[in-house]
């Protein structure tokens, strides 16, 4: 999930690490990995040139702030510059209108959309592009994400205990002769018949039929809230008006992605030919790596930007 970030936010999340506070942005980013953050150049400049003052206004230990920004937060945020974009969507051009400062941020939300804008800034959360509430959707966030990691390690067990008993099965296969094979199986399926009628059998049974029911009174209402989770996080992302440009489809293959992708595979997720994606990731809003794989803005190295 793409979450575009304005200084505001960014500020207010420092501040808390500043004290020894957790910050479920980074957590979210970092430890769970359900989400990617991205901010513009221009907030990188606001966060780097008034954070110290926030901090000091604000009764926090500035260097500590500093820190938090320098080595936690800015190396997992992509900073684009996207200054000089143009904006489509009627909110992003009233917005634009008002508070010519806030249009970069609307651009990228543009250009990442659906995604989740968070802000404290009246003109982006008034205009309807950004949330003030973000702390609420980073719980929802949070949810669906634990629902995704729980249903990513069940399938992953289930791979790895069928891949054991496929491995174990076709030895058996290879290397037993027909006839033992037979006799193994005709004696598994009798003791499983008498066990199926043994009163151990039916006691067996009925505690797993109990396990069950335990489990869905459990599941069930974690499910139902999962499932409101994700409504909710539908209904906060901004949305903008029209269909998004070949760049902006690129770019949110991009943006989503886990890790850096190469121009084919972006092909094969958006079905623009590779030529034309290698054409689009020219665009320097894009970085490429020296092996060829392609990511979104700019990252903070050491306290420098590195492409």
Same mark, same amino acid.
């Given at each position: 999930?793409p979450?575009?970030?304005d200084?505001s936010?960014?500020i207010?999340?420092?501040?808390?690490?500043? =004290?020894g506070?957790n910050? /479920?942005?980074l957590?979210?980013?970092r430890?769970m990995q359900v989400?990617?953050?991205?901010?513009? =150049?221009?907030?990188?400049e606001?966060v780097?040139e008034h954070?110290?003052e926030?901090?000091?206004?604000?009764?926090?230990d500035?260097?500590?702030a500093?820190s938090?920004?320098?080595?936690q937060?800015?190396?997992l945020?992509?900073f684009?510059?996207?200054? !000089? %974009?143009s904006?489509?969507?009627p909110?992003?051009?009233?917005l634009?209108a008002r508070d010519?400062d806030?249009a970069?941020?609307?651009?990228?939300a543009?250009?990442?959309a659906?995604?989740?804008v968070f802000s404290n800034?009246?003109?982006?959360?008034d !205009?309807?592009?950004?949330?003030?509430?973000w702390g609420e959707m980073m719980?929802y966030?949070l949810e669906?994400?634990?629902?995704h %990691?729980g249903v990513?390690?069940?399938l992953?067990?289930v791979m790895l205990?069928? %891949?054991?008993i496929?491995g174990l099965?076709?030895?058996a296969?290879r290397?037993?002769?027909r006839s033992a /094979?037979?006799?193994?199986?005709g004696a598994?399926?009798a003791?499983? %018949?008498g066990?199926?009628?043994?009163e /151990?059998?039916?006691?067996h049974?009925?505690?797993l039929a109990?396990?069950v029911?335990?489990v869905?009174?459990?599941l069930l209402?974690?499910? =139902?809230?999962v499932?409101?989770c994700?409504d /909710?996080l539908?209904q906060?992302a901004?949305?903008p008006?029209?269909?998004?440009?070949?760049?902006?489809?690129?770019?949110?293959?991009?943006?989503?992605?886990?890790?850096p992708?190469r121009?084919?595979?972006?092909?094969?997720d958006i079905?623009?030919s590779?030529?034309k994606?290698?054409?689009?990731l020219?665009?320097?809003?894009?970085?490429r790596s020296?092996?060829?794989?392609y990511?979104?803005?700019?990252r903070a190295?050491?306290?420098?930007?590195?492409?």
């Open positions: 999930m979450i575009v970030l200084a936010t960014v207010g999340d420092c501040l808390r690490l500043s =004290q506070k910050a /479920l942005l957590f979210l980013a430890e989400s990617n953050l991205y901010a513009t =150049q221009s907030v990188r606001e780097e954070l110290r926030a901090a000091l206004r604000g009764g926090f500035p260097e500590a500093l938090a920004w320098q080595e937060f800015a190396p945020i992509g684009v510059d996207i200054s !000089s %974009a904006l489509s969507d909110r992003s051009v009233a634009a010519a806030d970069p941020t609307a651009s990228l543009e250009l990442l659906p995604c989740l800034d009246s003109d982006l959360v !205009s309807g592009i950004a949330h003030r509430n719980v966030a669906v994400g634990n629902m %990691a990513t390690a069940v992953f067990l205990s069928g %891949a054991g496929y099965t076709e030895t296969f290397r037993l002769p /094979l037979i006799g193994l199986l598994g399926g003791f499983g %018949a066990y199926w009628r043994s /151990l059998g039916v006691r049974r009925s505690n109990s396990v029911h335990r869905n009174e459990k209402p974690f499910l =139902q809230r499932n409101e994700s /909710l539908e906060a901004f949305v008006d029209g269909q998004p440009t070949d760049v902006a489809r690129v770019a949110r293959a991009v943006a989503v992605a886990p890790f992708l121009p084919a595979e972006i092909s094969a079905g623009l590779t030529q994606v290698a054409f689009l020219r665009d320097p809003i894009f970085r020296a092996d060829s794989h990511g979104l803005g700019a190295v050491g306290g420098a930007t590195s492409r």
